[in-house]
Each structure stands twice: as structure tokens, then as C-alpha cells.
């Protein structure tokens, strides 16, 4: 069925260092994939999306890449700070019709001071 | 503008009761989305609404649960006869259009723990 997979699973980084978390989706119909962020005990925020259209984002310290061909995508976050500590989901949506979004599992960074 | 409102943030429930979860959308979003995210997991897919009109519930257990999403008034989430595999945190979300087409909004999830 519809699946998003997303590694690793927790990933703990040096402050300063780059951070790079990985998704795959199966739905090769799948057009928009966001990223969201989720701190301890807050609701998920986007912090960057893409549509099948580019294959790549950038906006500061964050980019997102896609590859359709290989159906995976790539959050990068470069100079990590300790406020970049939390969960990152990546999503993608499904069907042609868009409307609804799978989330992968989850990745807990957290950045070491 | 507010921003999504879910209400309550926690609610204890004992075993066999009934749950209700409110969703207030952003103003002017007709599209709404409840996931469910069990501690330590990601957000699982269960409904999708529009204006008194379920989109695709293809992630919603097929008893004891049910959505809405009336003409007037806040979306609503129930959970009847609950057990203690319900305990969880719901997160609605809400967007312009679909979500492949506008940037979902999640609001604070409500914590549902059942005693």
C-alpha cells in the first residue's frame, strides 16, 4: 500500500555540523512533499516543501531535495543549532488528487553542543 | 487570525466512555485532516473532511470511531467505548485547498489518555 519510509530513526549531530534525513514513498503519483518539524509536546510546523516540478529547495540553513526517478527525497540542514533539536517528519501526498499526506516515522535529532 | 484550535488539550477518559475532540479550522479553510500520533511514533493518517462531507476516512478504525465536519461549528473526532489502546495524541490539521495544494496548519492536538 501507500508508504512513506523515513531514516534514520534518531540522529544525533555536533552543533555546527550538517544533518541529512532520508525518505522514500511508494505512490508514484505523489506531487508535494512537505517537512514538517515538531519540538517536545507542540503541533508539527512545515518548515519547507516541494512539488514534483523541482528537484530542489533551499531557504537558509534548510534544503530539500527530490529525485522522482529513484521516488526519494532529502532534508539537509547545514550549521546545525540547538534550537534544530526535535523531530522531523517528511510527507509526501497521494494520488493525482493531493489531498491527502502520509508522514514518514520520524527522525529525533539532536545536535550536541 | 487564530490559528487551528483543538480543544480539549488533555482529556482522561475511563474505559467504555466516550470521547469527543473539537477542531476549529483557520479562518477561511474549508479542509480538515485528523491524525493520530501514538508516543515516540509518527502521524497516522485518519480522515478528511470538507464541509459536511468525508473526503476519504481510509485511515479510521471501522468501529467505534467517527468524524464530522458540520456546516456550523468545529470539526468533530469521536471515539466511542474507548480502551486503553485509544491513548494517544490527535492532531487536527487545516488548509486552504488539499493539502497538495496549500500548506497545512496542525493545531495543538488534543492528549487523550484512557484510565
Known amino acids: 500500500g501507500e508508504n512513506v519510509e523515513q531514516h534514520p530513526s534518531t540522529l544525533s549531530v555536533q552543533e555546527g555540523d550538517s544533518a541529512v534525513i532520508k525518505c522514500t514513498y511508494s505512490d508514484s503519483a505523489s506531487n508535494y512533499f512537505p517537512w514538517y518539524k515538531q519540538e517536545l509536546g507542540k503541533r508539527p510546523q512545515l518548515i519547507i516543501d516541494i512539488r514534483s516540478n523541482v528537484g530542489e529547495k533551499k531557504d537558509q540553513r534548510i534544503a530539500v531535495t527530490l529525485n522522482k526517478t529513484a521516488k526519494h527525497f532529502s532534508l539537509h540542514i547545514t550549521e546545525t543549532q540547538p534550537e534544530d533539536s526535535a523531530v522531523y517528519f517528511c510527507?509526501?501526498?497521494?494520488?493525482?488528487?493531493?489531498?491527502?499526506?502520509?508522514f514518514g516515522s520520524g527522525t529525533r535529532l539532536s545536535i550536541r553542543p | 487570525n487564530a490559528g487551528v484550535m483543538q480543544n480539549p488539550r488533555h482529556l482522561v477518559r475511563r474505559r467504555g466512555q466516550e470521547a469527543r475532540l473539537r477542531c476549529s479550522p483557520m479562518k477561511g479553510h474549508s479542509h480538515v485532516y485528523w491524525y493520530r500520533q501514538l508516543p515516540e511514533e509518527g502521524l497516522k493518517f485518519m480522515v478528511y473532511l470538507q464541509k459536511e462531507n468525508i473526503i476519504d476516512e481510509s485511515g479510521m478504525p471501522k468501529e467505534r470511531f467517527s468524524a464530522e465536519f458540520p456546516k456550523e461549528g468545529p470539526s468533530i473526532l469521536r471515539i466511542q467505548q474507548v480502551v486503553r489502546g485509544d491513548s494517544a495524541a490527535y492532531f487536527c490539521?487545516?488548509?486552504?485547498?488539499?493539502?497538495?495544494?496549500?500548506?497545512?496548519?496542525f493545531g495543538q492536538g488534543t492528549r487523550l489518555t484512557v484510565v
Open positions: 490539521a487545516s488548509s486552504l485547498g488539499g493539502q497538495g495544494d496549500t500548506e497545512a496548519f
Open positions: 510527507a509526501a501526498s497521494i494520488g493525482s488528487s493531493a489531498s491527502k499526506i502520509i
